[in-house]
């Protein structure tokens, strides 16, 4: 598995983002993949994972409803929609595949990363 994290940049408070994550070796669809973020001063938190499937979903609480995972394994992909989003999601956004098929939001359970990508939000 070797992932790569895209779609990040300067967005203005309210609007929308797409992240997407590649396995550019594809060998991910067995693997759940989460998102998780990492803002200014702050440890890495969980944003949201996708079984292998997809047809299991899990999100940070506060998130859900604006921020939709889903995957796509036909091109070794997972995408994050952002919408509404606020200043306090600025972050780095990092993908990653667990070590088993299963949805988790713990971090250890997260094997292979991405390089991450940056969001900023502006007020």
């Known amino acids: 598995v070797q992932l790569q994290a895209s779609g990040g940049g300067l967005v203005q408070s309210g609007g929308s983002l797409r992240l997407s994550c590649v396995d550019s070796?594809?060998?991910?669809?067995?693997?759940?993949v989460g998102w998780f973020r990492r803002a200014p001063g702050e440890e890495r938190k969980f944003v949201a994972a996708?079984?292998?499937?997809?047809?299991?979903?899990t999100y940070e609480d506060s998130l859900e409803g604006r921020f939709t995972i889903s995957r796509d394994n036909a091109k070794n992909a997972v995408y994050l929609q952002m919408n509404s989003l606020k200043p306090e999601d600025t972050a780095v956004y990092y993908c990653?595949?667990?070590?088993?098929?299963?949805?988790?939001?713990?971090?250890?359970?997260?094997?292979?990363w991405g390089q991450g990508t940056q969001v900023t939000v502006s007020s």
């Open positions: 990653a595949a667990a070590y088993g098929s299963i949805v988790t939001k713990s971090i250890d359970r997260y094997r292979y």
């Open positions: 070796r594809r060998t991910f669809s067995n693997n759940a």
């Open positions: 996708i079984g292998w499937r997809g047809a299991s979903t």
